[in-house]
């Protein structure tokens, strides 16, 4: 089964708002990534969070872990049409080699 | 600068014939390397992984199977297709171990199997 949840599923907002989707997972993590994806394209890696951190930025975009609930929230600050895409948070479990697992995503549509 | 080249963009094929996806990477040495399916409107899910020439872990048993003959090279194949084959096929390397390790992904094939 899937480690990760994303919620909404679907968030639809207008250009210079901020979109904020959150992550939930089940078991301890390693690390915890969000990805983006364009519609018939590849995920593209935008951040990763390690278990012993609270709060990441890069950019327009702000992450937080909290361990204790096991979830995570990627905000994106004045957000523009480009921002449109599916996100993924994804859990690594393990070290070494770790195998990442992913959620169904959050479909975000931003609206000029 | 590393890149990944993944092909074709896109396949439709009938029940039955075989599979033969190729994904290479350039700019790197010994990279981890990964296929992903991802159903429509759904997560990926993690099909193979190898670490090495030659070695290949699955996770999901299933119609499917993984070669790496080179280093940078990593191949997704079937014999006979399935209906359920269908999917967005993705290939992705990995840089660093444990808590660093990020993923790279390709462009993608879109499989559809008719």
């Known amino acids: 089964s899937q480690q990760g949840e994303e919620d909404p599923q679907a968030l639809s907002i207008q250009e210079g708002e901020n979109a904020t989707m959150n992550c939930s997972y089940k078991?301890?993590?390693?690390?915890l990534q969000w990805y983006r994806q364009n519609s018939g394209r590849g995920l593209v890696h935008l951040i990763l969070i390690r278990s012993n951190e609270r709060e990441k930025h890069s950019g327009r975009l702000r992450v937080t872990l909290d361990t204790s609930k096991k979830s995570s929230s990627l905000l994106i600050t004045a957000s523009r049409a480009a921002d449109t895409a599916s996100y993924f948070c994804?859990?690594?479990?393990?070290?070494?080699?770790?195998?990442?697992?992913f959620g169904k995503g959050t479909m975000l549509l931003v609206s000029p | 600068s590393q890149t990944i080249h993944q092909w074709p963009a896109t396949l439709v094929q009938p029940v039955g014939s075989p599979l033969s996806l190729e994904c290479t990477v350039e700019g790197t040495s010994n990279p981890n390397l990964y296929w992903y399916r991802q159903a429509a409107g759904r997560g990926l899910q993690l099909l193979f992984y190898s670490v090495g020439i030659g070695q290949i872990s699955s996770e999901v048993p299933q119609n499917l199977s993984a070669s790496r003959p080179q280093d940078r090279q990593f191949i997704l194949s079937s014999k006979k297709l399935l209906l359920s084959d269908s999917g967005f096929y993705l290939c992705?390397?990995?840089?660093?171990?444990?808590?660093?390790?990020?993923?790279?992904f390709g462009s993608g094939t879109q499989l559809s199997v008719l």
């Open positions: 994804a859990t690594a479990a393990g070290a070494g080699y770790s195998t990442l697992t």
């Open positions: 078991t301890s993590i390693n690390n």
């Open positions: 992705a390397w990995s840089v660093g171990t444990g808590s660093n390790e990020k993923l790279f």
